[in-house]
């Protein structure tokens, strides 16, 4: 199948500013499920509510577009009713790690196989360029005029730490790397972390003085690098990009499978 | 791998919104914006086939499209 074919191009052009990040992720996640050679009837797509939860409605897959923070809670009902399907989570950097942030340490822990997206664009694009937890300290924001104080999470350490079985970074400017990493993260079976920065140059960009969406794009290639090259042994403010954990551990469902079978002795 | 040749680039209008990210960053300069802010492909002959404005178009709005027969070689190898 093209590209095209799973999207719902009756909703196009769409919602999205003129070069936000937004849809280079779409663009490169179409491409994974394209390589994969995946079914639009096997994949779910879950997300909350924000510019990137607005993915959902492009693309042709099940979807459920639900409450703000609480998609994979929405998703994990889901994954555990229908665990076949492959479940696939994108969230706003506010929406996985603000207001949905237990939801996501939670469904780390739990190793829940599905693929959990933070695109991460700083800020919250859609309710007009309010910080978030990932703005980092210094920034502005609509309501950081004089410099955000609040330091930011490390999307990565945090997922590493809360248990998730696959966790990796990539950024817009990437898109093909984006497109490597979604489709070992959408294959691997636990729960999967892919961070990905992304721009918003209506607000963040806009606000920080950044340029237009290309600059921003350039400042993901120039502070950007492979994990554990040399340019981050000489610089570490760099961001490393790849894949950091990639490792097998027990999968809820199965586990969930294996408590009914303990429990009705081999009779379900 | 043989070079791809070009068709042509398939540019959707209506999806366009010049963001320029594709201009920005094509190593060829064969892209420009028009007088109405949508992508043109000026310079088609300059074009090495990389695909990075299609696959970096945050619209969806940019097809490369290379010659089949190059393309049937490509596989083949
Ligand atoms: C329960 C609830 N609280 C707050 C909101 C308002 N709200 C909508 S989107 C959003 C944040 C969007 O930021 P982010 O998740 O980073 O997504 P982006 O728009 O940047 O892609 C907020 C606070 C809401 N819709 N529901
Ligand atoms: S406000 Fe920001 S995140 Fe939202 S669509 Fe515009 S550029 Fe994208
Ligand atoms: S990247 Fe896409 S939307 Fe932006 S100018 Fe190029 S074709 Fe148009
Ligand atoms: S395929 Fe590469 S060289 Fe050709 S127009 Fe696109 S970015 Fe430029
Ligand atoms: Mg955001």
């Given at each position: 199948m093209a590209v095209k074919d799973y999207i719902r191009e009756r909703f196009f052009p769409h919602m999205w500013c003129p070069g936000c990040g937004h849809g280079i992720v779409l663009n490169s996640l179409l491409r994974g499920v394209e390589q994969l050679g995946m079914s639009k009837n096997e994949i779910v797509m879950v997300s909350g509510i924000g510019c990137s939860s607005r993915i959902s409605g492009y693309v042709d897959f099940h979807s459920l577009h639900t409450l703000h923070g609480r998609a994979l809670a929405f998703a994990t009902g889901v994954k555990m009713s229908k665990p076949e399907l492959n479940v696939i989570v994108p969230m706003g950097d506010g929406d996985a790690l603000a207001i949905g942030g237990n939801h996501f340490i939670h469904a780390a822990r739990r190793n829940i196989a599905m693929t959990a997206i933070v695109m991460n664009?700083?800020?919250?694009?859609?309710?007009?360029?309010q910080y978030s937890p990932?703005?980092?300290?210094g920034t502005a924001a609509t309501t950081a005029p004089y410099a955000n104080i609040d330091h930011d999470f490390d999307v990565v350490q945090l997922a590493k730490a809360a248990g998730a079985s696959f966790v990796a970074r990539t950024t817009t400017f990437h898109a093909r790397q984006m497109t490597d990493i979604l489709k070992s993260a959408i294959v691997h079976d636990g729960f999967s972390v892919v961070e990905i920065l992304t721009q918003c140059p209506t607000y963040f960009g806009r606000k920080n003085k950044m340029g237009g969406a290309a600059e921003m794009m350039e400042w993901f290639r120039d502070n950007t690098t492979p994990i554990g090259s040399k340019a981050k042994q000489e610089n570490p403010d760099l961001i490393e990009r790849g894949i950091f954990v990639q490792e097998e551990k027990q999968e809820y469902c199965a586990e969930y499978e294996n408590v009914i079978k303990r429990a009705t002795g081999g009779r379900s | 791998m043989p070079k791809k040749k070009l068709k042509e680039h398939l540019i959707n209008r209506e999806w366009c919104?010049?963001?320029g990210i594709c201009v920005h960053f094509c190593p060829k300069d064969v892209l420009e914006l028009d007088e109405q802010d949508k992508v043109v492909a000026a310079r088609p002959q300059d074009c090495i086939c990389c695909m990075l404005c299609e696959l970096r178009c945050p619209d969806l709005a940019i097809e490369v499209r290379v010659e089949a027969e190059q393309e049937e070689a490509s596989e083949s190898r």
């Open positions: 664009n700083r800020i919250y694009g859609m309710t007009g360029g990932l703005s980092g300290y | 919104k010049g963001c």
